[in-house]
T-cell receptor, first 111, second 114 residues
Framework: GQNIDQPTEMTATEGAIVQINCTYQ??????LFWYQQHAGEAPTFLSY????GLEEKGRFSSFLSRSKGYSYLLLKELQMKDSASYLC????????????FGTGTRLKVLA | KAGVTQTPRYLIKTRGQQVTLSCSPI?????VSWYQQTPGQGLQFLFE???????NKGNFPGRFSGRQFSNSRSEMNVSTLELGDSALYLC?????????????FGPGTRLTVL
């Protein structure tokens, strides 16, 4: 079967660092995406990993281990505006353009 | 470039009715995917169209169908609506020539079935 697991909810303090984990079991893998979704809005693209290792993009970094079926999104210097849901998604085999999404992690940033 | 647009933004229907939702992708994007988003289930993949052909399909009943036109605009139809169909329906378009080929989402259509 195909499955993506993420924690349902996390809370952190403004200025802190938070790590959101994602584990996946999918038939075929052609990249892992992280999206941010504010309440009532559409998801927006944050990061993409297809090879093992860390991708850094400003305050956000994403890590992938394909052998472990594991990824994390690291958010540094948290700001109130980072309060949102973070969605992990795996794209299926090359050429299929089929994405499987996790249920999302709701992050609350407290002052 | 204009983003992905979806119409209508909100819709209220009653059980047994049918509904058609529309999605216009970013100019030049030929792949359009549809998702159902509910609080408990997250984003569930419905189907994906590319060049007017359904290329991928999720695990939804046949009441859910879609199509894509030659200008890449897409519609999805839900017949014989059930209460459980109440959800946010998101459309996403993809450029297959980009660096990541990430999906760009529209604002969604909020469907309420009474």
């Amino acid at each position: 079967g195909q499955n993506i697991d993420q924690p349902t909810e996390m809370t952190a303090t403004e200025g802190a660092i938070v790590q959101i984990n994602c584990t996946y079991q999918t038939s075929g893998f052609n990249g892992l995406f992280w999206y941010q979704q504010h309440a009532g809005e559409a998801p927006t693209f944050l990061s993409y990993n297809v090879l093992d290792g860390l991708e850094e993009k400003g305050r956000f970094s994403s890590f992938l281990s394909r052998s472990k079926g594991y990824s994390y999104l690291l958010l540094k210097e948290l700001q109130m505006k980072d309060s949102a849901s973070y969605l992990c998604a795996v794209r299926g085999p090359s050429g299929t353009y089929k994405y499987i999404f996790g249920t999302g992690t709701r992050l609350k940033v407290l002052a | 470039k204009a983003g992905v647009t979806q119409t209508p933004r909100y819709l209220i229907k009653t059980r047994g009715q049918q509904v058609t939702l529309s999605c216009s992708p970013i100019s030049g994007h030929r792949s359009v995917s549809w998702y159902q988003q509910t609080p408990g289930q997250g984003l569930q993949f419905l189907f994906e169209y590319f060049s007017e052909t359904q290329r991928n399909k999720g695990n939804f009943p046949g009441r859910f169908s879609g199509r894509q036109f030659s200008n890449s605009r897409s519609e999805m139809n839900v017949s014989t609506l059930e209460l459980g169909d109440s959800a946010l329906y998101l459309c996403a378009s993809t450029s297959e020539g980009g660096s990541y080929n990430e999906q760009f989402f529209g604002p969604g259509t909020r469907l309420t079935v009474l």
